[in-house]
C-alpha cells in the first residue's frame, strides 16, 4: 500500500497566514506544511484539503483514479473545494466498514473528540491508521499492531499512549506526525521531539510504502534531564513519556507538612500529567528500578540526594567524618548500580547546579558537590543527556 501525504500541516497550514510568532517565521522550505492530507494507492483520499490536486500533481501523481473521498472533522465552513471528476467527500459513521472498489477495506474508527478516525487495510493486508487533528482513539480495545500510524503526535501524544496500551502501536509500526502546527518549532526540535516519542515527520509531497522496512525512532531507555529552577526541565521529562501507557511518576520530594506553597508546587505538577500515570512517593529508587514494570520518571535526583544526607547526618561535619561521608557513597553507588542494571524505560530529573557561585557554608558546599557527583555518575549509565536552559532543550549525549 502507497501513502502520499499531499499535507501535513495543521487545517490552518504552516506558517499560519499573519502569524507573527518564531515558529512560523522560520517554517520556509521543507518545513512549510499544507493542510494534511493522504492518498492512498491513487484510490483514496483522506481530507479534501485546498489545492488538493495540485499537491498530487507536484508529488507526480494524479487524483483522476480516486473513487472515494473521507473526511475525518468536522467542516462547519464554507463548501469544500473539490476537483471536477471526484466523488463527493463524506464523513462514515463510527463503526462502518466500507469495502471499496480498489480491494481496500475501510473501519470508521470513533475517537474521543469530534472527528473520525480511519483504519485502512490494503488488498494485501497492510494495515494503516489515520486519525484527524486533536483525535485519539475513544478506547480502544486490543488490536493487532498497525503497519503505520499517521496522527496528531504533537498535539495529542496520549493517543500514542492508547494505541501502545491496547497493542496497536508495535516495535515496527512507522508513526508518522501530521497536522504539524507552530506550538513547536519546525527543524531540528521537532526532529527530537518525536524521536523521543518513537515517531518521525516527513515533508508534504513524500511517498511511504506501508509495512516497508524503515528505522524506527529509537526511543533512549534511559535519559537523564538537568537544568536550573523553573528551566522546563520537568516539563521536557513529562513530554518525553508523555506517548507512553502507565508511566510511574516517583516523586522524591514528599510532602511538607504546614507548607502551603510547596503543596501547591505539587500540585501543578500533578494537574498537568496524564490521568493513567501513577504516582509513587519514595527515595527508595533502587528496588522500582530492580523490578520489570512500565517507565519511571523520576523527579527529582536533588531531592532524593537531600533525603539520602538527611539519613547519614551530612549536614553535621562531625557526622559527616565519622562515617556519613562513606555512607552516602554506597547509597549513591546503589543507585548508580540500579540505573546501571534497570531493564524499565526511565527519565530522571536533577538540577544543575554550582555555576560559579560558592555557598557560603560547609554544607552548602557539601550539597552542591555531591550532586555534582551524583549527576555525573548518573549520566554516565543514560544513554541520552540533555541540558535544559530557559525552555530550551540541548542535546549532551545520544
Request: aromatic share 4%.
Given at each position: 500500500m502507497?501513502?502520499?501525504?499531499?499535507?501535513?500541516?495543521?487545517?490552518?497550514?504552516?506558517?499560519?497566514?499573519?502569524?507573527?510568532?518564531?515558529?512560523?517565521?522560520?517554517?520556509?522550505?521543507?518545513?512549510?506544511?499544507a493542510a494534511?492530507?493522504?492518498?492512498v494507492?491513487?484510490?483514496?483520499?483522506?481530507?479534501?484539503?485546498?489545492?488538493?490536486?495540485?499537491?498530487?500533481?507536484?508529488?507526480g501523481?494524479?487524483?483522476?483514479?480516486?473513487?472515494?473521498v473521507l473526511?475525518?472533522?468536522?467542516?462547519?465552513?464554507?463548501?469544500?473545494?473539490?476537483?471536477?471528476?471526484?466523488?463527493?467527500?463524506?464523513?462514515?459513521?463510527?463503526?462502518?466498514?466500507?469495502?471499496?472498489?480498489?480491494?481496500?477495506?475501510?473501519?470508521?474508527?470513533p475517537?474521543?473528540?469530534p472527528?473520525?478516525?480511519?483504519?485502512?487495510?490494503?488488498?494485501?493486508?497492510?494495515?494503516?491508521?489515520?486519525l484527524?487533528?486533536?483525535?485519539?482513539?475513544?478506547?480502544?480495545?486490543?488490536?493487532?499492531?498497525?503497519?503505520?500510524?499517521?496522527?496528531?503526535?504533537?498535539?495529542?501524544?496520549?493517543?500514542?499512549?492508547r494505541?501502545?496500551?491496547?497493542?496497536?502501536?508495535g516495535?515496527?509500526?512507522?508513526?508518522?506526525a501530521?497536522?504539524i502546527?507552530?506550538?513547536?518549532?519546525?527543524?531540528?526540535?521537532?526532529?527530537?521531539?518525536?524521536?523521543?516519542?518513537?515517531?518521525?515527520?516527513?515533508?508534504?509531497?513524500?511517498?511511504?510504502?506501508v509495512?516497508?522496512?524503515?528505522?524506527?525512532?529509537?526511543?533512549?531507555?534511559?535519559?537523564?534531564?538537568?537544568?536550573?529552577?523553573?528551566?522546563?526541565?520537568?516539563v521536557?521529562?513529562?513530554?518525553?513519556?508523555?506517548?507512553?501507557?502507565?508511566?510511574?511518576?516517583?516523586?522524591?520530594?514528599?510532602?511538607?507538612?504546614?507548607?502551603?506553597?510547596?503543596?501547591?508546587?505539587v500540585?501543578l505538577?500533578?494537574?498537568?500529567?496524564?490521568?493513567?500515570?501513577?504516582?509513587?512517593?519514595?527515595c527508595?529508587?533502587?528496588?522500582?528500578?530492580?523490578?520489570?514494570?512500565?517507565?519511571?520518571?523520576?523527579?527529582?535526583?536533588?531531592?532524593?540526594?537531600?533525603?539520602?544526607?538527611?539519613?547519614?547526618?551530612?549536614?553535621?561535619?562531625?557526622?559527616?567524618?565519622?562515617?556519613?561521608?562513606?555512607?552516602?557513597?554506597?547509597?549513591?553507588?546503589?543507585?548508580?548500580?540500579?540505573?546501571?542494571?534497570?531493564?524499565?524505560?526511565?527519565?530522571?530529573?536533577?538540577?544543575?547546579v554550582?555555576?560559579?557561585v560558592?555557598?557560603?557554608?560547609?554544607?552548602?558546599?557539601?550539597f552542591?558537590?555531591?550532586?555534582g557527583?551524583?549527576?555525573?555518575?548518573?549520566?554516565?549509565?543514560?544513554?541520552?543527556?540533555?541540558?535544559?536552559?530557559?525552555?530550551?532543550?540541548?542535546l549532551?549525549?545520544?
Amino acid at each position: 500500500m502507497e501513502l502520499t501525504l499531499l499535507g501535513t500541516g495543521a487545517p490552518a497550514g504552516l506558517p499560519r497566514p499573519d502569524c507573527p510568532c518564531a515558529a512560523c517565521a522560520v517554517a520556509r522550505g521543507a518545513d512549510a506544511r499544507a493542510a494534511t492530507a493522504l492518498l492512498v494507492d491513487g484510490a483514496l483520499l483522506l481530507d479534501l484539503t485546498p489545492g488538493a490536486a495540485l499537491a498530487a500533481a507536484r508529488a507526480g501523481h494524479s487524483l483522476a483514479g480516486v473513487r472515494q473521498v473521507l473526511l475525518t472533522h468536522p467542516h462547519d465552513g464554507p463548501a469544500l473545494e473539490l476537483p471536477a471528476g471526484l466523488p463527493a467527500a463524506g464523513r462514515v459513521p463510527d463503526g462502518r466498514r466500507l469495502s471499496l472498489i480498489s480491494g481496500h477495506r475501510v473501519v470508521a474508527v470513533p475517537l474521543d473528540s469530534p472527528g473520525t478516525g480511519y483504519e485502512v487495510a490494503s488488498p494485501d493486508g497492510e494495515r494503516l491508521l489515520y486519525l484527524p487533528p486533536g483525535g485519539a482513539p475513544a478506547g480502544p480495545a486490543e488490536v493487532r499492531p498497525y503497519d503505520m500510524v499517521v496522527a496528531d503526535v504533537c498535539g495529542r501524544p496520549d493517543a500514542l499512549a492508547r494505541l501502545r496500551a491496547a497493542g496497536g502501536i508495535g516495535p515496527a509500526t512507522d508513526v508518522i506526525a501530521v497536522h504539524i502546527d507552530h506550538e513547536v518549532p519546525p527543524g531540528r526540535e521537532l526532529e527530537r521531539r518525536l524521536a523521543a516519542l518513537g515517531a518521525r515527520a516527513v515533508p508534504d509531497g513524500t511517498t511511504l510504502v506501508v509495512g516497508e522496512y524503515h528505522a524506527v525512532p529509537d526511543v533512549p531507555r534511559r535519559a537523564l534531564v538537568l537544568g536550573g529552577a523553573r528551566s522546563g526541565k520537568s516539563v521536557e521529562a513529562e513530554r518525553r513519556l508523555a506517548g507512553f501507557p502507565r508511566v510511574v511518576y516517583v516523586a522524591t520530594g514528599g510532602g511538607r507538612e504546614g507548607d502551603a506553597e510547596w503543596a501547591a508546587r505539587v500540585g501543578l505538577h500533578r494537574e498537568r500529567r496524564p490521568a493513567s500515570w501513577r504516582t509513587e512517593e519514595t527515595c527508595e529508587l533502587a528496588p522500582l528500578l530492580d523490578e520489570p514494570g512500565p517507565p519511571l520518571l523520576i523527579d527529582c535526583l536533588a531531592l532524593w540526594l537531600t533525603d539520602a544526607m538527611d539519613r547519614v547526618g551530612a549536614w553535621d561535619d562531625e557526622k559527616w567524618a565519622a562515617g556519613g561521608e562513606r555512607a552516602l557513597k554506597e547509597r549513591t553507588a546503589e543507585l548508580v548500580a540500579a540505573v546501571r542494571g534497570t531493564s524499565r524505560t526511565v527519565v530522571a530529573v536533577s538540577n544543575e547546579v554550582g555555576s560559579g557561585v560558592v555557598p557560603a557554608t560547609a554544607s552548602g558546599r557539601r550539597f552542591r558537590d555531591e550532586l555534582g557527583r551524583l549527576n555525573a555518575a548518573f549520566a554516565a549509565e543514560c544513554e541520552q543527556v540533555l541540558l535544559v536552559v530557559a525552555g530550551q532543550a540541548l542535546l549532551l549525549r545520544g
